[in-house]
């Protein structure tokens, strides 16, 4: 009798020690699936939304399918005063990263309001610059001479975000698309949506329900 | 002597094993909940910027209302001008209430 009921209990113990383990990894697996989606719905919602904060669509930034192609600001040089017209220019940098001439174009900003663009050949370094506050002095060799009377340059990186292979992805120059979020997007549900007048997206986790579609508002097309 | 659990201790044990189990559901549950909770919230975050940005485009403002997969994001013009934005779940539980820098006057 005893043998019985112990091995009918110890039986008892084993199913429900296996169930519980069952459950629990599961309900695991289920929580740390939605704070990796919630993290990663963060990011895509705050990343692309920063870098279209003060550019101008059209000519900063545009949708093409899965992708989201853009100028990227990523810091402004005071240009120190030169004589004469030159392709070297002397200045003080503050931006987010150091410039990589492989990667990234300058806005050259006149002091009468005049804009124009060149490519970033070099960069060198100097002593002293002609900048206030913490900024790096710089020597930055363009591919063509700066106009005369240039006052700022303006640091701006070719990349393009993609929505693609189940997860947000950032392609920086002519590198390949690099994941930003774990591969967690159900395609193509999870999407750029434009209309004529913004662009918004649209985030599904995969194998999630409708109310875990969340959705955003993205940039204007218009000017403001 | 013979070796071996009394029919009391494995119940002990049972009830031991018993409160770990539930303990640990519940820890999951809690766990689920508050992920339930963050992830309205910042559903809610999402459409609400995207409400602040029209509502600053906009010349007149008035009141009015987003339904997003969590809730509603609802926008009211105070008696003194100001715009205040308000994110409410379907079950009524409000998550947040801001007050912006856009005036309606």
Redesign the interface.
């Known amino acids: 009798m005893?043998t019985v009921?112990?091995v009918s209990?110890g039986t008892?113990?084993l199913q429900?020690?296996l169930v519980?383990v069952q459950?629990?990894r599961l309900?695991?697996t289920?929580?740390v699936e939605?704070?990796d989606a919630?993290g990663s719905?963060?990011l895509g919602?705050f990343v692309p939304?920063r870098e279209l904060r003060y550019a101008l669509a059209g000519r900063d930034w545009w949708v093409d399918a899965d992708s989201l192609a853009l100028r990227a600001f990523r810091g402004t040089g005071v240009v120190c005063p030169t004589d004469g017209v030159s392709s070297d220019l002397v200045v003080s940098f503050r931006g987010d990263r150091q410039p990589d001439p492989e990667k990234d174009s300058v806005l050259l900003i006149g002091a009468n309001g005049s804009a124009s663009v060149a490519a970033l050949s070099a960069v060198g370094t100097v002593t002293e610059a002609c900048g206030i506050g913490p900024a790096t002095p710089a020597l930055w060799r363009l591919d063509r001479p700066a106009p005369s009377q240039v006052v700022v340059a303006r640091l701006f990186e070719r990349g393009a975000y993609h929505l693609s292979g189940s997860a947000l992805r950032y392609r920086r120059g002519a590198s390949g698309r690099q994941p930003l979020t774990p591969e967690i997007w159900s395609m193509p549900a999870t999407r750029w949506i434009e209309s004529v007048e913004r662009v918004?997206f649209a985030y599904v986790p995969s194998g999630a329900g409708?109310?875990?579609?969340?959705?955003?508002?993205l940039a204007?097309k218009s000017g403001? | 002597m013979r070796w071996g659990f009394t029919l009391i201790e494995v119940v002990v044990a049972l009830v031991v094993l018993e409160i770990t189990a539930v303990g640990v559901a519940a820890m999951l549950r809690l766990a689920s909940v508050t992920l339930e909770r963050a992830e309205q919230l910042e559903s809610a975050v999402a459409n609400a910027e995207g409400v602040l940005d029209s509502l600053k485009r906009a010349t007149v403002i008035e009141d009015g209302t987003l339904r997003f997969g969590a809730g509603d994001v609802v926008w009211t013009v105070s008696d003194d001008g100001d715009v205040v934005i308000r994110a409410v779940t379907y079950e009524g539980v409000t998550l947040f209430v801001v007050r912006t820098l856009l005036s309606a006057r």
Do not use: D, K
């Not at chain 1, 409708?210 to 508002?217: S, V």
């Open positions: 005893e009921v112990a209990l008892l113990v429900l020690g519980s459950r629990t309900a695991h289920r929580i939605r704070i919630l719905f963060r919602r939304r918004a409708p109310r875990r579609r969340w959705t955003g508002f204007w403001r």
